[in-house]
């Protein structure tokens, strides 16, 4: 997976914001959503699926379209094609919990979002990165009341998530394609920059809680209350359906690509295992789809890039095995596929 074109502009833009050690810039640590040598933080990861399709320069296009999302009701703005949608509730769940905001990558999100209509008008250009990250910093400001020394660890952390922000917008597709196995290519690349993004807020948002006391620790985390309070089934659906997915759901999407490609005996292996590999990718959702979230923010931070995994690994999932169907369909089936709507079922 190719970083060297973005790597110098990132490196230099973070070291005027976040001075680091060597030991930092090349430290190897591994976790359990990449392993890499990272610089301020950021790692590089091991993901080798499709590895051609996952650089910008190869990504599929749509000739003669420039796509981007208007506003977050038009055609394919979704966070897992525009991931700069995701950080406000990607933050509301790592700095102000509960959120009203739910997890927007759940599995009839992803669905929805591979299957949903573009439209003629969108450009990449009216993608710009949200603001947030100052209202962040102030409203942790008032809530720590960090000293003057603590005070330059906040203001490193603000400029990470703005810079964070800054590099989402940047992912901003100049193309969406419509075929969906190749959309979700490109959604499987865009959870990779998200995992980036929130790479670069890691290291700052450490530092800020190790300059802190334990009293102003108390304050700037949520109490085990708060946080065993954030319980995803009572959250207002107002961005993406709940991560996890009832078998019930799993049947009805495949059952409708059954019902639009009119398979053949021939492909009936190919339903069955495009079935199991949507069942396999809700399953892991599931199990990734906490009860509560952690009451400190980095440990809510991490909580979230192990579940940006399981979403990647969801679909890998599911676009391996609608390519598969893809790939033995007739051009009438194929077409029929590509009009499926799943956003008009819901």
């Known amino acids: ?48 699926h499709n590895a051609a399709l996952h650089d910008e320069a190869s990504l599929p296009a749509v000739p003669g379209q420039d796509r981007g999302p208007q506003a977050q009701d038009r055609g394919i703005a979704s966070p897992l094609v525009y991931p700069v949608f995701a950080l406000p509730p990607v933050y509301a769940e790592i700095f102000s919990p509960p959120s009203s905001l739910p997890w927007p990558f759940g599995y009839d999100a992803i669905l929805q979002a591979a299957f949903a209509k573009t439209v003629s008008d969108q450009n990449a250009k009216s993608c710009p990165p ?15 009341k960090p000293t003057a020394d603590q005070m330059q660890q906040l203001q490193k952390l603000g400029g990470a998530l703005g810079l964070a922000a800054d590099y989402l917008a940047k992912a901003c597709p100049k193309d969406v394609p419509q075929d969906p196995a190749a959309r979700l290519q490109l959604m499987e690349w865009q959870i990779e920059k998200l995992a980036e993004a929130l790479d670069i807020v890691r290291q700052p948002l450490q530092d800020f809680e190790r300059s ?24 207002p659906d107002t961005m993406a359906a709940d991560c996890a997915a009832a078998p019930t759901e799993v049947d009805s999407s495949v059952e409708q690509i059954s019902l639009a490609v009119e398979p053949t005996d021939a492909q009936r292996d190919a339903m069955t295992g495009l079935k199991e590999a949507f069942r396999n990718a809700a399953s892991e959702l599931d199990a990734n789809c906490p009860v509560a979230l952690p009451a400190d923010p980095l440990a809510r931070l991490e909580a979230t890039e192990s579940r940006l995994d399981a979403t990647w690994r969801a679909l890998v999932a599911i676009q391996t095995a609608l390519a598969g169907l893809e790939n033995g369909l ?17």
């Open 330 to 346: 007739s051009d009438d089936q194929r077409a029929r596929l590509y009009a499926t709507d799943f956003a008009a079922a819901q």
């Open 212 to 235: 802190l006391n334990d009293t102003q620790r108390a304050r700037f985390s949520a109490s085990p209350a708060t946080a065993g309070a954030a319980i995803r089934p009572g959250r």
């Open 1 to 48: 997976m190719r970083r060297i074109g973005a790597l110098p502009a990132i490196v230099a833009l973070a070291a005027t914001i976040f001075p680091f050690t060597p030991s930092q810039a090349f430290g190897l640590r591994v976790g359990p959503f990449y392993v890499g040598i990272p610089y301020f933080g950021h790692r590089y990861r091991h993901w080798h």
């Open 130 to 144: 949200p603001g947030g990250g100052s209202v962040i910093v102030d409203r942790i400001r008032n809530t720590v």
